[in-house]
C-alpha cells in the first residue's frame, strides 16, 4: 500500500470513528444558541437564517436539514444542525490530521493528536450540539493546513489564502484575527508582494460575500445585523470587558475548561509546562507553524480578554492550536495516553449531556404542549423565550420583557379571547407571584410533579 493510501485509510477511519462518537452522543441540553440558530431553518425564514456575525452556518444548515428531509428523515432543525455538526467536527479532525502530516508527523503521532484535540470538552460538546463554532474551527484548520503546507515549500498560491481566510470568516465575523498568522506566513514564505496579493484577496472576497449577503438579507439595520450581540443599547459597540491581567487568567482557565473537565484540568498545567521545554527545541518548518500557532493564539486572545473571557464556546477556535502546540513538544505516545485520560475525563459530561432526563425543561415544554392548544400563550423567563414556540410549539409571553406592561399585556390578550397559561414555575416564583394576583387563577393540568399549569 502506497503512502497515500495509507494515509487515506487513516482518514477515513478517523472521520468513520469520530462521527460515529459524536452522533452518539447528540446533546439534549439544547442550548439558547442553538435553538436560535434552530428556529429560522424550522420555520423557513432564510433572511433571518443569514446573520452578520456567522454568515454561512444558517444556510448550510438549511440546506443539510432540506437534504435530511429529501431523504425521508424529518428530524427537528436543531438536530439536524446537531447531525451537521457531527459531520463537521470529523471533518476537521481529518482536517488537524492533514496538518500534522504535512509538518512532518508519523501515522501514529498524528492520529494520536486528532484523537486529543476530538476528545477535548469543548470540541466533543460542540461537535455534538448545535452552534456555529465548529463550522468555524474547520474553516480555520483548513486555512492553516494551506499555511501549513506553504510552510512545508508546496506551491501554495498568497491568492489562495487571501480566499480561504474570506471563506473562514463567514465562520464567524471574529475570524478577521486569523490577518495575523496568516500574514506573517506568507510573508515568511514569499515576497512583500504575496503578503499585498493575500490581503487582496481576503478584503475582496470578504466584501462580495457580505455584498451579497446583504443585497440578499436587506436588514433594516444593517450595523446590527453585522454587530449583533455585541451592539449596545446606545448604538455603539458593548464591550463587556476591560482588559486585565486577571481577565487574561480567566481566558487561560477556560480555555483549561475547553480541554478537560473538573476535577482534572490542574493536570493539564503539569502538561502545558512540560511543553514549554519541548517547543523551545523547535527548528525550522515546526518553529515556524508553533510561532503561526502562537499568533493564532494572540489574535484570539486580544478579541476574547474583553470580551466574555469565562465563555467556553469561544475557546472552540483555540483547540486546534493548543494540541498543535502540545503536539510539538510530546511524542506520540504521551499523545496516545492524553488521548484516553481526555475520554474518561470528558466522557461522563457527554453521558450527561446526552440523557434528555437531565433537561427538565425538556419534560415541561412536552407536558405543556401536551395540555393546551395551537395558539395558546404561555408565560415564561429566560431560556423559556425558545423552548416555549420550538418544544411546546405555543407563543411565549416573555415576562422578563413585561416588567412595567405585564397587566395591560395580560388584560389585552384576555380581551381579545386569547388563553394565558403560566406555569407552577411562574406563579411560585417571588417576583411575578404577587404580581398575578390580580387575576382569577385556574389549576388546568398537572403532571404530578408539581408541574401545574394555570390558566
Same mark, same amino acid.
Given at each position: 500500500m502506497t503512502e497515500r493510501r495509507r494515509d487515506a485509510a487513516c482518514v477515513a477511519g478517523l472521520y468513520a470513528a469520530s462521527a460515529v462518537l459524536y452522533l452518539s452522543f447528540?446533546?439534549?441540553?439544547?442550548?439558547?444558541?442553538? !435553538?436560535?440558530?434552530?428556529?429560522?431553518?424550522?420555520? &423557513?425564514?432564510?433572511?433571518?437564517a443569514v446573520h452578520g456575525n456567522y454568515l454561512a452556518y444558517g444556510l448550510l444548515g438549511g440546506a443539510f436539514h432540506r437534504l435530511l428531509q429529501a431523504c425521508g428523515l424529518s428530524p427537528l432543525a436543531v438536530v439536524s444542525l446537531q447531525t451537521l455538526d457531527a459531520f463537521l467536527g470529523a471533518a476537521g479532525l481529518?482536517?488537524?490530521?492533514?496538518?500534522?502530516?504535512?509538518? &512532518? *508527523?508519523?501515522?501514529? $503521532? +498524528?492520529?494520536?493528536?486528532?484523537?486529543?484535540?476530538?476528545?477535548? %470538552?469543548?470540541? @466533543?460538546?460542540?461537535?455534538?450540539?448545535?452552534?456555529?463554532?465548529?463550522?468555524?474551527?474547520?474553516?480555520? %484548520?483548513?486555512?492553516?493546513?494551506?499555511l501549513s503546507a506553504r510552510l512545508a515549500g508546496r506551491?501554495?498560491? *498568497?491568492?489562495?489564502? &487571501?480566499?480561504?481566510? $474570506?471563506?473562514?470568516?463567514?465562520?464567524?465575523?471574529?475570524n478577521v484575527v486569523f490577518v495575523l498568522p496568516a500574514a506573517f506566513v506568507v510573508a515568511r514564505t514569499g515576497a512583500r508582494r504575496d503578503v499585498a496579493i493575500y490581503?487582496?484577496? @481576503?478584503?475582496?472576497?470578504? +466584501?462580495?460575500? #457580505? &455584498?451579497?449577503?446583504?443585497?440578499?438579507?436587506?436588514?433594516?439595520?444593517?450595523?446590527?445585523?453585522?454587530?449583533?450581540?455585541?451592539?449596545?443599547?446606545?448604538?455603539?459597540?458593548?464591550?463587556?470587558?476591560?482588559?486585565?491581567?486577571?481577565?487574561?487568567?480567566? @481566558?487561560? =482557565?477556560?480555555?483549561?475548561?475547553?480541554?478537560?473537565?473538573?476535577? @482534572?484540568?490542574?493536570?493539564?498545567?503539569?502538561?502545558?509546562? =512540560?511543553?514549554?521545554a519541548g517547543l523551545r527545541r523547535l527548528r525550522g518548518v515546526r518553529r515556524d507553524a508553533a510561532l503561526a500557532a502562537g499568533l493564532w493564539l494572540a489574535g484570539y486572545?486580544?478579541?476574547?480578554?474583553?470580551?466574555?473571557? #469565562?465563555?467556553?464556546?469561544?475557546?472552540?477556535?483555540? !483547540? *486546534?492550536?493548543?494540541? !498543535?502546540?502540545?503536539?510539538?513538544?510530546?511524542?506520540?505516545?504521551?499523545?496516545?495516553?492524553?488521548?484516553?485520560?481526555?475520554?474518561l475525563a470528558n466522557g461522563p459530561g457527554a453521558i450527561f449531556r446526552a440523557d434528555a432526563a437531565n433537561n427538565p425543561r425538556l419534560a415541561r415544554m412536552e407536558f405543556i404542549r401536551a395540555s393546551t392548544q395551537e395558539g395558546d400563550w404561555v408565560a415564561g423567563e429566560g431560556g423559556d423565550e425558545l #423552548?416555549?414556540?420550538?418544544?411546546? %410549539?405555543?407563543?411565549?409571553?416573555?415576562? =422578563?420583557r413585561r416588567r412595567e406592561d405585564l397587566e395591560p399585556a395580560v388584560t389585552g390578550l384576555l380581551? +381579545?379571547?386569547?388563553?394565558?397559561?403560566?406555569? +407552577?414555575?411562574?406563579?411560585?416564583d417571588p417576583y411575578w407571584g404577587p404580581r398575578l394576583k390580580a387575576w382569577r387563577l385556574e389549576k388546568t393540568a398537572s403532571d404530578g410533579k408539581g408541574g401545574d399549569l394555570y390558566r
Open positions: 447528540q446533546s439534549k441540553v439544547y442550548v439558547f444558541e442553538g !435553538l436560535a440558530r434552530a428556529l429560522p431553518i424550522e420555520l &423557513g425564514h432564510w433572511r433571518t481529518c482536517v488537524f490530521y492533514a496538518i500534522q502530516r504535512v509538518l &512532518g *508527523a508519523g501515522r501514529p $503521532a +498524528a492520529l494520536a493528536w486528532a484523537a486529543v484535540l476530538g476528545l477535548t %470538552q469543548g470540541y @466533543w460538546m460542540w461537535s455534538s450540539e448545535a452552534e456555529n463554532y465548529i463550522f468555524s474551527a474547520l474553516l480555520l %484548520q483548513c486555512l492553516f493546513l494551506a506551491r501554495v498560491p *498568497a491568492a489562495l489564502i &487571501g480566499v480561504l481566510h $474570506a471563506l473562514a470568516v463567514t465562520g464567524h465575523l471574529v490581503a487582496g484577496a @481576503w478584503l475582496a472576497g470578504v +466584501a462580495a460575500l #457580505y &455584498g451579497a449577503a446583504l443585497a440578499f438579507v436587506r436588514p433594516p439595520n444593517p450595523l446590527v445585523w453585522f454587530i449583533g450581540s455585541a451592539m449596545s443599547s446606545s448604538g455603539g459597540v458593548n464591550v463587556r470587558d476591560t482588559w486585565s491581567w486577571g481577565n487574561l487568567l480567566v @481566558w487561560l =482557565g477556560t480555555t483549561g475548561k475547553a480541554v478537560v473537565a473538573d476535577p @482534572w484540568r490542574p493536570a493539564l498545567l503539569v502538561v502545558a509546562v =512540560g511543553a514549554v486572545a486580544v478579541v476574547f480578554t474583553r470580551w466574555e473571557p #469565562y465563555t467556553m464556546v469561544y475557546r472552540v477556535t483555540d !483547540l *486546534a492550536p493548543v494540541v !498543535l502546540l502540545l503536539s510539538f513538544a510530546w511524542p506520540a505516545s504521551a499523545g496516545a495516553v492524553l488521548a484516553v485520560l481526555l475520554a #423552548y416555549i414556540p420550538y418544544f411546546a %410549539q405555543r407563543r411565549p409571553l416573555l415576562l =422578563g380581551a +381579545a379571547g386569547q388563553r394565558v397559561y403560566l406555569p +407552577a414555575t411562574v406563579v411560585s
